[in-house]
Nanobody, 120 residues
Framework: VQLQASGGGLVQAGGSLRLSCAASGSIYAINHMGWYRQAPGKQRELVAIITSGGSINYEDSKRGRFTISRDNAKNTVYLQMNTTKPEDTAVYYC???????????????WGKGTQVTVSS
């Protein structure tokens, strides 16, 4: 399973960005898809997760500003970021918990990350 994230860039505070992450390769099943972020000097933290059944969990500070969604047919997860703040500046990583083969096991797969910079 390979993940390719896109959509990062530079945005002014208060602006919007939409991140995408598409999975390719052999995929038998997906348990959940999610976004994490890591700011300089900080640990990687959860942004949002969406399960294959559609349940969504947001980290509290992102609730109301960020929206996660998915397209199961395209094995793609999205993150709509609105009302961005300078503290949203980070490298954003997509994560899939997926099973590559029918006889395999669920494992975590990560994209390489996409930089989001919010200027004040």
């Amino acid at each position: 399973v390979q993940l390719q994230a896109s959509g990062g860039g530079l945005v002014q505070a208060g602006g919007s960005l939409r991140l995408s992450c598409a999975a390719s390769g052999s995929i038998y099943a997906i348990n959940h898809m999610g976004w994490y972020r890591q700011a300089p000097g900080k640990q990687r933290e959860l942004v949002a997760i969406i399960t294959s059944g559609g349940s969504i969990n947001y980290e509290d500070s992102k609730r109301g500003r960020f929206t996660i969604s998915r397209d199961n047919a395209k094995n793609t997860v999205y993150l709509q970021m609105n009302t961005t703040k300078p503290e949203d500046t980070a490298v954003y990583y997509c994560n899939f918990r997926a099973q590559a083969q029918a006889m395999g096991v669920m494992a975590d797969y990560w994209g390489k990350g996409t930089q989001v910079t919010v200027s004040s």
